[in-house]
């Protein structure tokens, strides 16, 4: 039994029918998988970037045309999340900074954006000032959100917080309405 066995092996080790495929599915398969999993990451990201970009854009119409109604922090990123159907946990992975913008002088915001990092303590917003009427304001959202591959492809180039999570922004300008 053991004589055959050996046998069986030491003619399976000879045997160079069939390598040639074997050697470009060594050097394809590994490549092609690279791409399908980068590019199923990039489609979650783009359907996820949709979603604050929608979230942000009907709350941002609530607060344009809700002028006096002084909106705090908590209460546009609860507008912000209900209206963004598939972003998970929300309220905890998203920050917010508005400010007035002169439009003569346009400045946009200094740096990058401010966003929460759950490795950290929590830190208060960078800026959220209220604007009057006929002011221009920009509001900008920072989401965090967890990566489907994070250490593949695009998931591994991107730039990540101490939890591993990659920033998402979005920007809105508007300009406050008037009451009456």
């Not at 040639?20 to 398969?29: G, N, S």
């Not at 990092?117 to 959202?141: K, N, Y």
Request: aromatic fraction near 12%.
């Amino acid at each position: 039994m053991t004589r055959t066995v050996r046998n069986f092996l030491r003619r399976f080790r000879r045997d160079e029918d069939g390598a040639a495929p074997v050697i470009e599915f060594v050097i394809m398969f590994p490549l092609l998988m690279f791409l399908l999993l980068s590019a199923f990451e990039l489609s979650i990201y783009a359907f996820r970037q949709n979603w604050l970009d929608r979230g942000l854009d009907l709350a941002v119409r609530d607060v344009r045309l809700n002028t006096g109604a002084n909106y705090t922090h908590s209460q546009v990123k609860n507008l912000i999340c209900q209206n963004s159907g598939f972003l998970q946990d929300c309220n905890s992975h998203l920050k917010l900074e508005m400010q007035p913008v002169d439009p003569r002088g346009f400045v946009a915001f200094a740096g990058s954006a401010d966003c929460v990092d759950t490795s950290q303590p929590l830190a208060p917003s960078r800026a959220f000032v209220h604007g009057q009427e006929h002011q221009l304001m920009i509001l900008r959202a920072c989401y965090l959100y967890d990566p489907v591959f994070p250490g593949i492809g695009m998931g591994e180039a991107m730039t990540k917080d101490g939890n591993q999570y990659f920033p998402m922004v979005a920007v809105s300008v508007f300009v406050q309405e008037p009451n009456s």
